[in-house]
């Protein structure tokens, strides 16, 4: 069965960066976009932006562009999401999602809080 | 960008009537080539990620439950529950995938009256 799943929860001081990781099993990870959605505490869904894991080309939501960066390990099936300079307006949980029609599977999210 | 609005942010609606949900977007997510809508349904739980519930507008991924369903096309869509479920109390949200950035709706929260 398809699982996405994500590394543990981080705790960052402002200005600092954090890579959050995504292990795909359960289908050929080169065949699907993987996506990258945050939510803030109490707030809605955040399109960050994609990667496709077959040839590493990615496209980031302008919001991001330059601060976030998203790789893949094609050799262990995982997908990382980078995001530097972070603030506390960076606290959210952080979710990778399969594309198909609309993102179908997606991993259990990862806490990310920034506070000095 | 294409800018996706809900409405309403939160409705609370008797067990075993039906609860609407509106998302309108800000230019059309129909593509004539194929005849569909890039449009896509979620339910979020708390503490859960979000669930597709319908892609293509219209189309129920496996194992939703038909009384889930859409309706619409190009800017105005509907997710319609016909009848309300204990189970069903939860955060909803539309999502357009026509072009990038995958843009989401405000999300709306539908609760027990």
């Known amino acids: 069965q398809v699982q996405l799943v994500q590394s543990g929860a981080e705790v960052k001081k402002p200005g600092a960066s954090v890579k959050v990781s995504c292990k795909a099993s359960?289908?050929?990870?080169?065949?699907?976009?993987m996506h990258w959605v945050r939510q803030a505490p109490g707030q809605g869904l955040e399109w960050m932006g994609w990667i496709n894991p077959n040839s590493g080309g990615a496209n980031y939501a302008q919001k991001f562009q330059g601060r976030v960066t998203m790789t893949r390990d094609t050799s262990t099936s995982t997908a990382y999401m980078e995001l530097r300079r972070l603030s506390s307006d960076d606290t959210a949980v952080y979710y990778c999602a399969r594309s198909d029609t609309g993102t179908d599977y997606w991993g259990q999210g990862t806490l990310v809080t920034v506070s000095s | 960008d294409i800018v996706m609005t809900q409405s309403p942010d939160s409705l609370a609606v008797s067990l075993g009537e039906r609860a609407t949900i509106n998302c309108k977007s800000s230019?059309?997510?129909?593509?004539?080539?194929?005849?569909?809508?890039?449009l896509a349904w979620y339910q979020q739980k708390p503490g859960q990620p979000p669930k597709l519930l319908l892609y293509?507008?219209?189309t129920r991924e496996s194992g939703v439950p038909d009384r889930f369903s859409g309706s619409g096309s190009g800017t105005d869509f509907t997710l319609t529950i016909s009848s309300l479920q204990a189970e069903d109390v939860a955060v909803y949200y539309c999502?357009?995938?026509?072009?990038?950035?995958?843009?989401f709706g405000g999300g709306t929260k539908v609760e027990i009256k």
């Open positions: 359960g289908y050929t990870f080169t065949g699907y976009y």
């Open positions: 999502q357009q995938y026509y072009n990038t950035p995958w843009d």
């Open positions: 230019q059309s997510v129909f593509y004539s080539s194929n005849n569909k809508n890039y």
């Open positions: 293509w507008a219209s």
